[in-house]
């Protein structure tokens, strides 16, 4: 996993034809996005959608990828998410990211 401007991401190397369209063509990305269930409403899917879009074609330097990224939004079932050896609630993993912001909050007020 490699870190940039914040975020992570993790890529993956797919074999020649792994990944194609109807007509053979392979030169696609395709980004998986992965949250809790009912983490984003219709306009945050839009947006998260067109956000990814946008990083991808920005990254590569390549505007005609807009049109050949393929963006696929699945949410975790209830308890279907991980971390650190629990299966977390959706609850569970809001009040886990919620004590994961406060934290780096208080690291950066405090200059760490």
Known sequence: MRESAGRAFRTAHLPDGALSNVEG???YVRVQVLTNGGA?????QV????????LVAAAAGDP???GRTWVLLTEAIEGGWGLAGHANTNAELVDA???QIAELQRAKGSGG
């Open 25 to 27: 063509d392979g030169n």
């Open 64 to 66: 005609s990828l807009e």
């Open 40 to 44: 984003l409403n219709r306009d945050k």
């Open 47 to 54: 947006a998260v959608v067109r956000q990814f879009t946008d």
């Open 97 to 99: 990211a919620r004590a």
